[in-house]
């Protein structure tokens, strides 16, 4: 009942975020955030709540901080990693990396959420980021959701200034970039 709570919880702060979003309404307030102590609190969070899978974090250790909301990249770490967990059904290993990354002004961080689950065909690797869309959106599929989560990690983090990208082999799982 407690984890249905807090998914039903998390659900309608993203539908309300979301709606922010549209409407032009939300505030970025960014800061200098230490991304390798957010993705710890995140990764040490979902540890508590998923016992079946093995929580791994990659963090380069001379990242400098990075200006975000550190209440939005939070969100955008949780919607990641739920989707590590929810397409992992059997377990096993979800990695967070925080690395760097020569770009055309300097240097870029890079956060990575990748897991071993049932992985995304090519086809559908394109759709992933729409509205309301779910790769499976039969009445009848195993995994639940409104098909929005990625479509709202996607634009908190091009809201600032970042960009999202997926790959994944079918059986393999997926990384999100």
């Not at 949780?78 to 929810?86: F, M």
Request: no cysteine.
């Amino acid at each position: 009942i407690l984890e249905a709570a807090r998914r039903l919880e998390r659900i309608v702060a993203m539908l309300v975020d979301f709606s922010a979003i549209e409407a032009g309404r939300i505030t970025l307030s960014a800061r200098p955030t230490e991304l390798g102590r957010a993705i710890e609190e995140s990764v040490s969070a979902w540890r508590s709540r998923s016992h079946k899978h093995r929580f791994n974090m990659e963090i380069h250790p001379d990242a400098p901080p990075a200006l975000v909301n550190p209440a939005l990249f939070g969100r955008v770490l949780d919607e990641l990693l739920d989707n590590a967990v929810k397409y992992s059904p059997e377990g096993g290993p979800v990695t967070v990396r925080l690395a760097m990354e020569p770009s055309v002004n300097g240097r870029m961080l890079r956060v990575d959420v990748a897991d071993q689950g049932i992985g995304i065909e090519p086809e559908d690797l394109a759709r992933i980021f729409q509205d309301f869309r779910q790769v499976d959106a039969s009445d009848t599929r195993p995994f639940g959701g409104l098909g929005l989560g990625l479509t709202f990690a996607k634009r908190l983090v091009e809201a600032h200034g970042g960009r999202v990208a997926a790959t994944s082999e079918p059986g393999e799982g997926s990384t999100f970039t």
